[in-house]
């Protein structure tokens, strides 16, 4: 099983048909290519996060993703499934095409004004092992992990000996 993410700011009702039709059609379209692999399950979720899931945040005190509280956004889930490990090195390909290809249309929405340019980290969660979610972090919070890392693991024990994150 693959899981990979992306954030997208919540798309204005002008232009939601166009932005949501083509996000979806981009996952269609990659998932079309894997209908041959041998026990393939694809799906994709389009998760609310509305702003003020942010701002109860904020009202506690915050967290590491520090979400301003200024638009609702999307958490966008991508998963393949499949039953031979020989598979895996094809998945691997189509899950980046995927994610990637989401985020590349997203920043183009962006540059086209049909988004709004605000913070989109990714959520850990989902993010597939590929995907940069530290770097999608504020810096001042990707500081702080890292601080938090070294005080809680200064040997390195659970970042070196483990598939997981990695601030």
Known sequence: VMIATETVPLPSSDDGDEIMGALHGH???????????P?????VAFQPFP???A????DRGGDLIDVDPDVDRLIIEMNYAFSLQ??????????????GGMR???????QESKLPDVYCPLFMNYAFYRQDHWGRLKPENAEFARAVAEQ?????????RTGGWKP
Do not use: C, H
């Open 39 to 43: 026990g393939i399950v694809s799906s």
């Open 152 to 160: 809680v693991d200064p040997l390195g024990f659970f970042r070196t």
């Open 104 to 110: 590349d249309m997203v920043l183009g929405y962006v």
């Open 86 to 99: 020989s598979d895996y090195e094809k998945l691997d390909r189509t899950m980046q095409e995927t994610y």
């Open 51 to 53: 702003k003020r899931i």
């Open 27 to 37: 996952w269609r379209n990659v998932t079309d290519t894997t209908e041959l692999v």
């Open 55 to 58: 701002q109860a945040a904020l």
